[in-house]
């Protein structure tokens, strides 16, 4: 019964930034094991990044550097702050739990 929202998505311009935000609206306890997925047509869905604990978070090495995941336990929040995207980077990104995507996703597409 886990419900999240997801939102940020957007075209940007290679280089360009995004802020992609997921609500956890039903079902989560805790941020920890939440992280962000994301699929791109005729691929295999990718973790991207991982709260892990309040003491790390694990990113995939296609984004290390550019990407930065932070959360708010609290308000059952998880954010993924993407900078200087590239057109590799585009796909319909998803908030998961423990690797499972529970909600629709936001597409992330990067172009001219």
């Known amino acids: 019964q886990v419900q999240v929202v997801e939102s940020g998505g957007g075209l940007v311009q290679p280089g360009g930034s995004l802020r992609l935000s997921c609500t956890a609206v039903k079902g989560i306890e805790s941020i920890y094991g939440m992280g962000w997925s994301r699929q791109a047509p005729g691929k295999q869905l990718e973790r991207v990044a991982s709260?892990?604990?309040?003491?790390?978070?694990d990113y995939a090495d296609s984004v290390k550097g550019r990407f930065t995941i932070s959360g708010d336990n609290a308000k059952k929040t998880i954010d993924l702050q993407m900078i200087n995207l590239k057109p590799e980077d585009s796909a319909v990104y998803y908030c998961t739990k423990f690797g499972r995507p529970w909600g629709q996703g936001t597409q992330v597409t990067v172009s001219s």
């Open positions: 709260l892990v604990s309040p003491q790390r978070a």
